[in-house]
Nanobody
Framework: QAQLVESGGGLVQAGGSLRLSCAAS????????MGWFRQAPGKNREFVAS????????TYSDSVKGRFSISRDNAKNTVDLQMNSLKPEDTAVYYCAGRAGAYVRDLPSAYNNWGQGTQVTVSS
């Protein structure tokens, strides 16, 4: 199973941008669709974005569509989340996740491999 390590979180003002990166080690990254989820205090973990193994398919939650962009580099075993026009409601711990399948999914239960999370805080 691949180990997933997120980086790039931090504090940013509303309207600003951040780029999260997830580095995967281990062969399980191969053939896996990847996703980003987030969890705010007192709330359930929610889907943000997903990308297929081939990177030909991406999907986004309605709340981030048009502002966030997911990408991957299979040669480097990395998955990135570019976040633009950030809002205070985007504040959460962001998690990178991998699944044993090549196609995108938006349910946390479809993913079996999770990183430790990185905090994103957007101030108003």
């Amino acid at each position: 199973q691949a180990q997933l390590v997120e980086s790039g979180g931090g504090l940013v003002q509303a309207g600003g941008s951040l780029r999260l990166s997830c580095a995967a080690s281990g062969r399980a990254f191969i053939g896996s669709a990847m996703g980003w989820f987030r969890q705010a205090p007192g709330k359930n973990r929610e889907f943000v974005a997903s990308i297929s193994w081939s990177a030909t398919t991406t999907t986004y939650s309605d709340s981030v569509k048009g502002r966030f962009s997911i990408s991957r580099d299979n040669a480097k075993n990395t998955v990135d989340l570019q976040m633009n026009s950030l809002k205070p409601e985007d504040t959460a711990v962001y998690y990178c996740a991998g699944r044993a399948g090549a196609y995108v999914r938006d349910l946390p239960s479809a993913y079996n491999n999770w990183g430790q999370g990185t905090q994103v805080t957007v101030s108003s």
